[in-house]
């Protein structure tokens, strides 16, 4: 009976949608245009759309990275369930009310479906994950993404606060580093067919570089990374680095507002793997639960004073991450996470929490 309900839930839905944007979307059509390159126009003049991190006329900007994966799952393989994600959902909105989410599939659109269904106080800025197109299988990856981000966006504007196309794409030192112009092929085609706010997320050390304006002019906002861990900061400079990055972004692109989409202390990592680029060379600071308490405090702090909408990275740890099953836990990408990946939160976060409530 219960799937009964949903499946109706779901159809009643779609047909409200269909209504609303009758004839709308051929995306028959629009999936061969992107896939063949077909030229998308800006805008001209462009009209900004302005990011909202509202919720009952609130602010929401101190917000949250949800990575939905637990132990066995991970993207393109197994998602969670429903139950699963209605658990994760309702431990998050007892302490934030915006969250990212990095791809546009159907683990995305089940989190859609459950806020929805289940009238949670949660916004989300929905994910497109692309990548460099060096074989035909990505590119139709690509456009897969690209394709299911508008239906989501045009289906669940209430929910939707914006949505991210590409993420850490055009800096120099990413694995997926893709040609900037699909990339802008990909945005527009997005910002074309939706009527909410769109951007892209990448590393400061692509946002302080004059090619990055060529991305920034087709953005209604800049998402930005700031991780004083992964460049080598102790805690005690941790967030006066952090300041001066984000001001320096600020003012490279002055007519943008800036996000920051991912920021965070990890609680472990692997001391022993160094070389170029790895977490055993570039991390010179302590990776613990106390130390992931202190930036906690920090960060909250900052937020909350300079109202600058900031998703920590991250609710729950990971274990797909950073290798998944064939490599040691304390993999760095594996514990980001304020929860430990069976939902129990960490000291660090428990502890943080006293405070701010003994603050009150």
């Given amino acids: 009976m219960r799937k009964l309900i949903i499946t109706v839930f779901l159809f009643l839905c779609m047909m409200q949608t269909a209504c609303l944007y009758p004839g709308r979307i051929n995306m028959q059509n629009l999936k061969q245009q992107i896939f063949e390159k077909q030229t998308f126009e800006k805008q001209s003049p462009f009209i900004t759309r302005q990011f909202?991190?509202?919720?009952?006329?609130?602010?929401?900007?101190?917000?949250?990275?949800?990575?939905?994966?637990?132990?066995?799952?991970?993207?393109?393989?197994?998602?969670?369930s429903e139950e699963q994600i209605l658990e994760d959902l309702n431990i998050i909105k007892q302490y934030w009310h915006l969250i990212r989410v990095y791809g546009a599939d159907d683990d995305a659109r089940r989190v859609l479906d459950v806020i929805q269904m289940h009238q949670l106080p949660i916004k989300v800025m929905l994910g497109a994950w692309v990548a460099?197109?060096?074989n035909v299988g990505q590119k139709e990856s690509n456009v897969k993404q690209v394709l299911y981000a508008i239906e989501l966006a045009n289906m669940y504007q209430d929910i939707i606060a914006a949505v991210n196309v590409g993420n850490e794409s055009q800096v120099f030192w990413s694995f997926?580093?893709?040609?900037?112009?699909?990339?802008?092929?990909?945005?527009?085609?997005?910002?074309?067919?939706?009527?909410?706010?769109?951007?892209?997320?990448?590393?400061?050390?692509?946002?302080?570089?004059?090619?990055?304006?060529?991305?920034?002019?087709?953005?209604?906002?800049?998402?930005?990374?700031?991780?004083?861990?992964w460049n080598g900061k102790t805690l005690d400079i941790a967030f006066g680095?952090?300041?001066?990055?984000?001001?320096?972004?600020?003012?490279?692109?002055?007519?943008?507002?800036?996000?920051?989409?991912e920021t965070g202390w990890a609680t472990n990592y692997n001391a022993d793997k160094t070389g170029p680029g790895e977490q055993g060379t570039l991390i010179k600071a302590s990776v613990n639960l106390a130390a992931q308490e202190q930036y906690l405090l920090m960060h909250n702090e900052w937020v909350n004073k300079n109202?600058?909408?900031?998703?920590?990275?991250?609710?729950?740890?990971?274990?797909?991450?950073?290798?998944?099953?064939?490599?040691?836990?304390?993999?760095?990408?594996?514990?980001?996470?304020?929860?430990?990946?069976?939902?129990?939160?960490?000291?660090?976060?428990?502890?943080?929490?006293?405070?701010k409530n003994n603050q009150l």
């Fill in 52 to 80: 909202s991190p509202y919720l009952n006329n609130e602010w929401i900007g101190n917000a949250i990275s949800y990575g939905c994966y637990r132990k066995g799952q991970a993207p393109d393989i197994k998602g969670p």
């Fill in 132 to 134: 460099s197109e060096d």
């Fill in 176 to 229: 997926h580093r893709m040609d900037p112009q699909h990339l802008i092929h990909y945005i527009r085609a997005v910002r074309n067919n939706t009527a909410i706010p769109v951007t892209t997320a990448d590393d400061y050390n692509f946002w302080n570089k004059p090619e990055s304006h060529i991305i920034a002019d087709e953005i209604d906002f800049i998402v930005t990374h700031i991780y004083p861990l």
């Fill in 241 to 261: 680095w952090f300041d001066s990055v984000y001001k320096d972004i600020k003012s490279k692109h002055p007519d943008k507002t800036i996000v920051i989409g």
């Fill in 307 to 355: 109202k600058v909408t900031t998703f920590l990275f991250e609710a729950f740890d990971e274990p797909w991450k950073g290798g998944g099953e064939n490599s040691p836990p304390q993999e760095i990408e594996k514990n980001w996470g304020v929860f430990y990946e069976n939902r129990i939160p960490k000291e660090s976060f428990q502890n943080y929490l006293n405070h």
